[in-house]
């Protein structure tokens, strides 16, 4: 039987039917069928067993190794070292998350490494901005984290950072990514190695030390204030990698915060483990009234996060809008706002009457690494996106979920209060945003280049001062961006977006009014449009 289809049937059933995980894993040993390599958004993704098995792993890690052999100087510079030799010696740090064979795979990467004389760093179940902070500590040329995010969890994943610690750009994953493909047509060419020596290390501990250096948080004052302060605080971690981490960095007693879902599941009770607003229900009724805090739910690679509290969600739209505005006004950081093209124009309201500028790039954190690298003429004081991520200034070169809660918590402890009530309090000042998103699941077999093209169709069919049709609205066109999908920016300034999934079979649906009455209208209008387009193309709306 194919791995999807044992998927499919143990993700209906996870309780009833964990016994297919046996044969899920076996299939991922034993898979030989060769795979196309393409990195989304955020690395390399692909189903269990299917085509993220040990073989395609090994496979990538050779290309990877190929690649910085090759000497070729553009690959060596992306990577941030001058030779194979000085790649070797630097080393690089390899560690997953919490899914099934996570070690299985990190053992597979080490291995191909290791044969190559390269130092290898295992740095066990991690999170993906540990490995970001770890890099720099430790001064290693990569690491390499076998995650696919937020993914299911009938996903694997292969994030690669370079010697900075950013994810890895398409300077670097193009060329690897054709290496492996022509790897990949004489696979069975590619011995495994087990690894004969493993050099763990306390990556959390790096990562302390990063951000006890970098001094972006103070962690004293949230310190006071947690020991002073009766809070109401829940975690979620969602079985991932985050779990125990905040605790050992603000070296709190048990019971300070309530800690949910850090048990060993790594089917995520059957959920899509993102940080939803329904998946923070669990978190939330956790939360005493008339206390201050809040709830966060954190992903099971730890660089996405949710927050809400007894009043309100503060999904990242607003989050990454009230970290802009309080590292400006009580941080004094000076700079630019980094976000992607689907995130909310609320922050670019604040910016504005700051006089600090917005730069809007693709969606995928590895656009924001030129603005938070240290030497940028341009810097971020945040970046972050609608799906869950930020980092700041002379922070880590990825999104940390971990920090962000570090934010929130020194947040509320300046203030005194609710995160609810210091983003109501800004919204007073620059006005109230409704965004939304939302998906549209494709099965894997058809998901394929014809989608972009039905959605690319859009920008050609229409343009600036024509009337859109969306549900029961009827908007006159202000412009249409084709950065990434396709935006259509209305002249109320409302708008809406399309565009497929870097990381999973999904086309990924957005919208933003300013009037509360018609984001129903709005969101629901996309999603009907988008399934229409899938299926007819352009012609739907003709």
Not at 402 to 411: T, Y
Not at 487 to 493: G, M
Request: glycine share 8%.
């Amino acid at each position: 039987m194919k791995a999807s289809n044992l998927w499919k049937e143990l993700l209906r059933e996870p309780e009833d039917k964990k016994y297919l995980i046996k044969e899920i894993e076996k299939l991922a040993k034993e898979n030989r069928e060769p795979a196309e390599i393409h990195f989304g958004t955020s690395g390399w993704r692909g189903e269990i067993g299917s085509d993220f098995t040990m073989q395609n792993v090994r496979v990538l890690t050779k290309a990877i190794i190929e690649a910085v052999k090759s000497e070729e100087s553009s690959i060596l510079n992306e990577f941030g070292v001058k030779s194979f030799k000085e790649f070797k010696e630097k080393g690089v740090i390899v560690g997953h998350d919490n899914r099934i064979l996570g070690k299985d795979f990190a053992l597979e990467v080490l291995g191909m490494l290791q044969s190559e004389g390269i130092k290898c760093y295992y740095a066990g179940e991690a999170a993906t901005p540990e490995f970001s902070a770890a890099v720099i500590e430790l001064g290693a040329a990569a690491s390499i984290n076998l995650t696919p995010s937020h993914n299911p969890a009938n996903y694997g994943g292969f994030k690669l950072n370079p010697a900075d610690g950013g994810p890895a750009s398409e300077g670097l994953t193009k060329p690897i990514e054709i290496i492996a493909n022509e790897i990949m047509k004489k696979s069975d060419n590619i011995k495994p190695y087990f690894p004969e020596n493993i050099n763990k290390i306390d990556i959390t501990d790096l990562y302390m030390k990063f951000i006890n250096k970098r001094k972006i948080i103070d962690l004293e004052k949230i310190k006071k204030f947690l020991i002073s302060t009766n809070t109401s605080i829940a975690i979620d971690h969602m079985h991932g990698s985050s779990r125990g981490r905040l605790g050992r960095i603000l070296s709190l007693k048990p019971g300070t915060f309530i800690c949910l879902r850090k048990e060993d599941d790594p089917l995520f009770e059957g959920l899509s483990p993102e940080p939803s607003e329904e998946n923070l229900k669990l978190a939330l009724s956790y939360l005493k009234k008339d206390l201050i805090g809040f709830a966060a739910i954190i992903d099971p690679d730890g660089d996405r996060v949710r927050f809400a509290d007894l009043k309100r969600q503060i999904p990242m739209n607003y989050f990454g809008a009230m970290a802009f505005h309080y590292l400006y006004n009580q941080k004094g950081l000076k700079g630019i706002v980094i976000k992607s093209l689907g995130t909310s124009n609320f922050v670019n309201a604040i910016a504005e009457a700051l006089k600090v500028e917005v730069v809007e790039t693709k969606v995928g954190f590895k656009n924001f690494r030129p603005f938070l690298l240290p030497e940028a003429t341009k810097k971020a004081i945040v970046a972050f996106e609608e799906s869950d991520g930020i980092s700041v200034q002379n922070h880590t070169l990825e999104k940390d979920a971990i920090f962000g809660v570090l934010l929130a918590l020194e947040m509320i402890a300046t203030f005194n209060k609710n995160l609810s009530d210091y983003l109501e309090e800004i919204e007073s000042l620059y006005g109230r945003y409704y965004s939304d998103r939302t998906g549209i699941e494709i099965s894997r077999e058809n998901f394929g280049p014809h989608i972009k093209q039905h959605i690319d169709a859009i920008a050609e069919h229409f343009k600036p001062g024509d009337f859109f049709k969306i549900g029961n609205l009827q908007k006159k066109i202000l412009s249409i961006v084709k950065i990434d999908g396709v935006k259509i920016v209305f002249e109320d300034l409302s708008w809406i977006m399309i565009r497929p999934s870097g990381t999973e079979p999904k086309i990924r649906v957005y919208i933003e009014t300013k009037n509360l009455d018609e984001k129903i209208h709005l969101i629901e209008g996309a999603k009907n449009l988008t399934r229409r387009l899938c299926l007819e193309g352009i012609q739907c709306l003709i």
